[in-house]
């Protein structure tokens, strides 16, 4: 979850506690319905951080930049030229033993995509991988013949591949001969890589250095800045914003607070976002500390591996 602290006129002594109140390593502190029993009790608790859940509509407006490439309609194999007109060979993937590859399975089958480790290849011939696990534990049902969508991340490159399964091997242990992919279509991605987020932030700043503190969702972020949509103005190109956020990396979740100056203001049409009302920021991180741009890389690069087609 993500939290965002509480003011001090949220915590009313003598009453109960509309929501549960968390510190910032999500320690309860006080109850849904627990009463703030004194002046000191309510002391204490904003003295030790007290925090609550930040809840935000997110728009259910369709995301349609699922595809690894944008703009791209047809199936992935019907073209092996970037943009640029370039082509890809498999050797420029640089796939090794235990990378992990993600496994679109037909649309038939389920709609998600999964994880895979690369087992091994035999050029020309096969592509050994592990076979995909769903969110229940259950092993995927694949079949001899069906078309999977493969995508692997290599350096600055994103690319896509389709094959078909040539055999469900179940003993000794379960895995998947494909075959070889010989049409690679693929994308350069930025200096600074970029992936599609919906992380809630607590913003202060901005006009007038406000003290007041604002929810607005991170869209997008890099080792750089983000992308912060709000639902009103936060301030004017150079204002300086303090913001608060959690990223989620290796089954943890990272507190981080950094400051960021406002480098564009997009309106409503130019965000594209005249669904939802909101109003977007790119926001440049000022005087990032060693250790948080250690985690935002990391993250990153994790979303990258895992959720390649959540690059920007």
């Known amino acids: ?23 910032h390593e999500h320690n309860l502190l006080l109850d849904q319905g627990e009463v703030v029993r004194d002046i000191q009790h309510r002391d204490t608790l904003l003295a030790n951080g007290a925090c609550h859940e930040l809840s935000w509509e997110v728009p259910d407006d369709v995301d349609n930049g699922d595809s690894l490439f944008v703009g791209e309609e047809e199936s992935i194999d019907q073209s092996g030229d970037d943009k640029t007109g370039k082509r890809f060979t498999f050797d420029d993937m640089k796939l090794k033993a235990e990378d992990r590859l993600q496994l679109e399975p037909p649309a038939q089958l389920a709609r998600e995509r999964f994880l895979v480790k690369v087992i091994g290849f035999l050029r020309g011939a096969s592509l050994l991988v592990t076979t995909p696990v769903a969110a229940n534990g259950l092993r995927l049902q694949l ?29 000794p242990y379960e895995y998947l001969h494909l075959s070889f992919p010989d049409n690679i279509q693929g994308i350069v991605i930025r200096k600074a890589p970029r992936v599609k987020t919906r992380i809630i932030a607590a913003v202060q700043g901005g006009k007038g ?14 080792a750089n800045g983000v992308s912060l949509d709000a639902k009103r103005t936060l301030g004017d190109k150079g204002d300086i914003l303090n913001l608060a956020f959690r990223v989620h990396l ?3 979740d990272a507190y981080m607070s950094v400051k960021g100056v406002i480098r564009a203001v997009l309106s409503s049409d130019a965000a594209d976002a005249a669904k ?15 250790n948080d741009s250690v985690v935002l890389q990391s993250m990153i690069y994790q979303q990258m591996i895992e959720n390649p087609h959540k690059l920007v």
Do not use: W
Request: proline share 5%; with cysteine; aromatic share 6%.
């Open 1 to 23: 979850m993500s939290l965002i602290l509480a003011k001090s006129d949220e915590i009313v002594v003598g009453k109960p506690s509309p929501c549960p109140l968390y510190d």
């Open 143 to 171: 079949l001899e013949g069906e078309t999977v969508v493969m995508r692997s991340f290599s350096g600055q490159n994103a690319f896509g591949f389709a094959c078909t399964i040539e055999r469900v091997i179940k003993n």
């Open 209 to 222: 250095g406000a003290a007041e503190q604002i929810s607005a969702l991170i869209s997008d972020i890099s």
């Open 250 to 252: 290796h089954n943890i």
């Open 276 to 290: 939802s009302g909101l109003i977007r920021h790119g926001i440049e991180f000022k005087e990032l500390q060693p």
